[in-house]
């Protein structure tokens, strides 16, 4: 994770500016909508100098940066005051801060260590509940037509039945396929990207080894595969950990070759 906050007090100096000119503002008659893109044109060239257009940038970025921060921090549950940000920055550009240099990065660090726990604990929480939602899921799946369950604990049901050969694991196979969470959500299609996937069996997750080597080509299927045969607790952006995965695959082709790459993008691929 990357550290929180330990360049607070520089970002923190274009929120003392921000703050004053707030207070002035506030003290300022509200201006007419129709006067304000002259006021904001004006106030980008009230520069004396390049240099302090310059500076005056570099701080605004940093604000951005700070303020994102925050706000990260806010939506965990922890709200930092602003206004103690500022003061921080005041005290130091007076010469008498109320931490020592030493103080001040021991504060940034158990910041961190606060902000990590909690992320640790928010992301085990989502994780218990993937879990929990996954049990449910395959446990209703299981109970429809024509669904049959590997020893494994992979799902699956045969919309259409091929008549082709069954791949091995080491070979590598021709494929479209559409995969989903529980909740519908897609994450990947080969449909969509209108190109079938090519990959060796041996190099996707292992519910996609064992289950495509139980298809004949020209078959379809519908997989169900548990967390322990997919991602487990490994998280992406596009699969949250511990994930129940859902994907229906033709089987188009066993590809004869003696080099096989695996396609890049490919959701099954490790």
């Known amino acids: 994770m990357k550290p929180v906050l330990k360049m607070s007090v520089l970002a923190a100096t274009i929120l003392l500016a921000v703050g004053c000119q707030d207070e002035k503002t506030a003290e300022a008659k ?9 006021v904001a044109s004006d106030a980008a060239t009230a520069f004396a100098s390049e240099d302090d257009k310059a500076a005056y940038a570099i701080g605004a970025s940093l ?13 965990m549950g922890m709200t930092l005051d602003r206004d103690q ?18 103080e001040t990065q021991q504060a940034l660090q158990d910041l961190d260590k606060r902000v990590s726990e909690m992320m640790m604990a928010k992301a085990q929480e989502e994780a218990d ?37 069954k791949p091995q694991a080491t070979d590598t ?35 996609w080894t064992e289950g495509v080597q139980l298809m004949p080509v020209g078959s379809k299927f519908k997989f169900v595969i548990p967390p322990e045969l997919a991602y487990g607790s490994q998280a992406n952006p596009s699969i949250p950990a511990n994930s129940t995965l859902v994907f229906e695959v033709e089987l188009l082709d066993i590809v004869k070759s003696k080099a096989p790459q695996a396609e890049a993008g490919d959701a099954a691929t490790q």
Not at 139 to 146: L, M, N, R, T, V
Not at 178 to 195: H, I, P, W
């Open 30 to 38: 509200p201006e007419a909508p129709a006067k304000v893109e002259q």
């Open 63 to 75: 604000a951005q940066y700070l303020s994102a921060n925050l706000d990260q921090q806010k939506e």
């Open 85 to 102: 940000v500022l003061a921080g920055v005041r005290d130091v550009f007076a010469g008498n801060s109320r931490l020592t240099p030493e």
């Open 129 to 165: 509940k993937n879990s929990k939602a996954g049990d449910e899921f395959r446990a209703e799946f299981e109970k429809q037509d024509g669904v049959m369950k590997t020893d494994s604990g992979l799902l699956y049901q045969v919309e259409t039945q091929g008549e082709g050969e």
């Open 173 to 207: 196979v021709k494929v479209h396929y559409k995969g989903t969470l529980t909740d519908g959500t897609e994450f990947d299609s080969s449909y969509k990207r209108n190109q079938p996937a090519t990959f060796p069996l041996n190099q996707v997750i292992p519910g």
